[in-house]
């Protein structure tokens, strides 16, 4: 991802709005790929290392957006850049505002009314990979703004354009986090239950990143399944499914185990089959987190 032997004349000056571990990380990658990066938090201090890096660091939120055309936000949430940003609407002018900031897509639809050219983005990283070609990001919003800007948005990793809505890029963000989530709940389950019986957790990571790799070819038949809305059982059905979360229950129950996980997922598939959906696949549960079931 990162081009050292460009001069930064030829990379377009940007700016950096809030210090955390995540935007030290961004505004370092836009350093190290050559950008005039000017930088500003609240508490000054955090931004030392960057200074020494080459970073100017602006006495006000005023000075640091008016210092470049690309304007970078990550603060610790919406509040926050509204109260960071408000005072100085009228500087963002001729501006391209990326807010990189956590929050929800309605949060992100109000903030995309405050710049005519604007971008939300999410981070599907963590700081130490921003930069490199794990990391990827998620934006939407201006499409003109995204295609001007490209460039420079890739010195952070992968970087997506998923639509004008600018919520999409929210949407997608919690979208996928409830898969982590889920996956790690899953694990983390898992682990407690095998634990139960002197098993290591280290040895049982391997086989359930072996079971999540396999899971995946299940996400693709269901998700062709959903969009046709055609939950015809081509695996296994509802009931199949069912009956293997009871004994997961159950041994759980036996081995001391919080069994409200596994009690849920029992719960929202006799939901699926008590609305229609017996026989079906387990696609069918979508219905169930529709509200339709």
């Given at each position: 991802?990162?081009?050292?032997?460009?001069?930064?004349?030829?990379?377009?000056?940007?700016?950096?709005l809030?210090l955390?571990l995540?935007?030290?990380a961004?505004a370092a990658?836009?350093?190290?790929?050559?950008h005039?990066?000017?930088?500003?938090?609240?508490t000054?201090?955090?931004?030392?290392?960057?200074?020494?890096g080459?970073?100017?660091?602006?006495?006000?939120?005023?000075?640091?957006i008016?210092?470049a055309?690309?304007?970078?936000v990550?603060?610790?949430?919406?509040?926050?850049v509204?109260?960071?940003?408000?005072?100085?609407?009228?500087?963002?002018a001729?501006?391209t505002l990326?807010?990189?900031?956590?929050?929800?897509?309605?949060?992100?639809?109000?903030?995309?009314t405050?710049?005519?050219d604007?971008?939300?983005?999410?981070?599907?990283?963590?700081?130490e990979?921003?930069?490199r070609?794990?990391?990827?990001?998620?934006?939407?919003?201006?499409?003109?703004?995204f295609?001007?800007?490209r460039?420079?948005?890739?010195?952070?990793?992968?970087?997506?354009f998923?639509?004008?809505d600018?919520?999409?890029?929210?949407?997608?963000d919690?979208?996928?986090?409830?898969?982590?989530?889920g996956?790690l709940?899953?694990?983390?389950?898992?682990?407690a239950?095998?634990g139960?019986?002197?098993?290591?957790?280290?040895?049982?990571?391997?086989?359930?990143?072996?079971?999540?790799?396999?899971?995946t070819?299940?996400?693709?038949?269901?998700a062709?399944?959903?969009?046709?809305?055609?939950?015809?059982?081509?695996?296994?059905?509802?009931?199949?499914?069912?009956?293997?979360?009871?004994?997961?229950?159950?041994?759980?129950?036996?081995?001391?185990?919080?069994?409200?996980?596994?009690?849920?997922?029992?719960a929202?598939?006799?939901?699926?089959?008590?609305?229609?959906?017996?026989?079906?696949?387990?696609?069918?549960?979508?219905?169930?987190?529709?509200?339709?079931?």
């Amino acid at each position: 991802m990162t081009d050292t032997t460009n001069t930064t004349s030829h990379r377009e000056p940007v700016t950096v709005l809030g210090l955390g571990l995540m935007g030290r990380a961004l505004a370092a990658a836009f350093l190290e790929a050559g950008h005039p990066t000017t930088v500003w938090n609240r508490t000054p201090d955090k931004a030392t290392d960057l200074v020494a890096g080459g970073a100017v660091l602006a006495p006000s939120a005023a000075d640091a957006i008016r210092a470049a055309s690309l304007v970078v936000v990550c603060l610790s949430d919406t509040a926050a850049v509204r109260d960071a940003l408000a005072p100085h609407r009228a500087d963002l002018a001729g501006r391209t505002l990326v807010n990189l900031t956590s929050g929800t897509s309605d949060e992100a639809r109000e903030l995309a009314t405050w710049s005519d050219d604007h971008l939300d983005g999410a981070i599907m990283a963590i700081p130490e990979s921003i930069g490199r070609p794990e990391a990827f990001l998620l934006f939407s919003g201006s499409r003109a703004a995204f295609d001007r800007h490209r460039d420079s948005l890739g010195r952070l990793g992968n970087a997506t354009f998923f639509g004008e809505d600018p919520g999409l890029a929210s949407l997608y963000d919690v979208a996928l986090l409830g898969v982590m989530w889920g996956t790690l709940n899953a694990f983390l389950h898992g682990a407690a239950l095998l634990g139960a019986a002197k098993v290591d957790a280290t040895a049982f990571a391997p086989f359930a990143n072996q079971w999540i790799g396999s899971v995946t070819g299940f996400v693709d038949a269901y998700a062709a399944q959903i969009d046709r809305g055609d939950y015809q059982a081509e695996d296994a059905a509802l009931e199949t499914h069912l009956a293997t979360m009871k004994y997961l229950v159950r041994e759980s129950a036996a081995a001391g185990v919080d069994t409200d996980w596994p009690a849920r997922l029992q719960a929202l598939t006799e939901r699926a089959i008590d609305a229609g959906h017996a026989g079906a696949s387990y696609a069918s549960l979508v219905e169930v987190f529709r509200g339709r079931a």
